[in-house]
């Protein structure tokens, strides 16, 4: 049996008539890393809100755990890790203070918040932080506090809203790690991204996700090969000369504003007919397909716009 199960979901905010999810179905099964990838306000933080039971769902069904999540919230709580996209950390308080103080919120002793903690702060690689405020921390620090936070519990499901937006890259691969840690430890996690690298690191399955709604479903793989080709020739002409060349080119191409995608399983032989066509861009590159094709090929825009 799936651990989530959602069908028809919608999530309607008061006084708006904008559905921010507009009827999602998706299943999450235990021990997967699944993920929601989609641009600003395509609807994840109010998916995470509900599968968090912090938010009631306007429409559809919704189970977690086999549980209704407005009827057992409370018990449903005590077995999520909750990430949510700002982090929430008291800055006045030291990075130990965090920990025990959210412990004991959730009814854990302070016996056992002390321990914990203790094993926590090694887990996040933050053991020599332990004694500094929490307003002296990296964004990268702060984040891995939050996740060390949403621990404390032993969660069986792990939702994270952005993990890693607005951190350095090396910030975002320690943290990849500790995720990776995680799963491997049985940890089922369920996360938002609008970053393609991180959603084709991270998840085993995940869900494009635009405008409240889900454009497909897939393994990072399976979405790919659906719908793009292998590999993409990335063209730059002088302003103005893209749409000539994208129409002299001919075949799968996506015209941008500053530049030419050409879809092909071949990128090399794609580039060879660019110069035998007498084309000359400014810049060519061949590279693999990504994530970020698929959203644009499902939605016209990019997933950063
Ligand atoms: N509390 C709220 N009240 C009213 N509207 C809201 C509320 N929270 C979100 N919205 C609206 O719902 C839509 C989806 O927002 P949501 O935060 O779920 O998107 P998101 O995918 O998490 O975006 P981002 O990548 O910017 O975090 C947006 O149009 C947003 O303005
Ligand atoms: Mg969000």
Redesign the pocket.
């Known amino acids: 049996m799936a651990l989530i199960e959602a069908q028809g979901l919608e999530k309607r905010?008061p006084g708006?008539d904008?559905k921010?999810v507009a009827g999602i179905g998706f299943q999450v099964e235990r021990g997967e890393a699944f993920g929601f990838l989609?641009?600003?306000?395509?609807?994840?933080?109010?998916?995470m809100r509900m599968l968090a039971c912090v938010s009631r769902p306007s429409g559809g069904t919704l189970r977690i755990l086999d549980r209704d999540p407005v009827s057992h919230g409370r018990e449903l709580r005590a077995r999520l890790g909750v990430v949510p996209?700002d982090d929430a950390l008291d800055l006045q308080l030291t990075v130990r203070e965090n920990l025990i103080v959210y412990g004991l919120y959730f009814g854990l002793s302070l016996t056992h918040m002390r321990a914990k903690s203790a094993e926590l702060l090694e887990f996040a690689q933050l053991a020599e932080k332990a004694g500094e405020r929490v307003e002296h921390l990296s964004g990268g620090m702060r984040r891995r506090l939050t996740i060390a936070r949403s621990l404390v519990n032993d969660p069986d499901i792990l939702l994270l809203d952005?993990p890693t937006t607005g951190l350095d890259p090396q910030a975002r691969h320690i943290l990849w790690d500790r995720l990776f840690r995680l799963k491997s430890a049985g940890v089922t996690l369920i996360l938002?991204t609008?970053y393609m690298d991180e959603a084709e690191q991270l998840c085993d399955r995940l869900v494009i996700m635009d405008k409240?709604l889900i454009a497909d479903e897939g393994t990072p793989r399976e979405l790919i090969e659906r719908h793009v080709t292998r590999e993409v020739l990335e063209l730059r002409f002088p302003p103005g000369e893209q749409e000539a060349a994208g129409e002299k080119l001919g075949g799968d191409v996506e015209v941008l504003p500053d530049r030419l995608l050409c879809y092909a399983d071949d990128g090399d032989a794609v580039l060879g007919r660019v110069t035998e066509l007498g084309l000359h861009p400014l810049t060519a590159l061949v590279r693999r397909a990504t994530l970020e094709d698929v959203f644009l090929r499902l939605t016209g825009r990019s997933l950063t716009d």
């Open positions: 905010y708006t904008v921010a989609g641009p600003n306000g395509a609807g994840k933080s109010s998916t996209q952005e938002t609008h409240g």
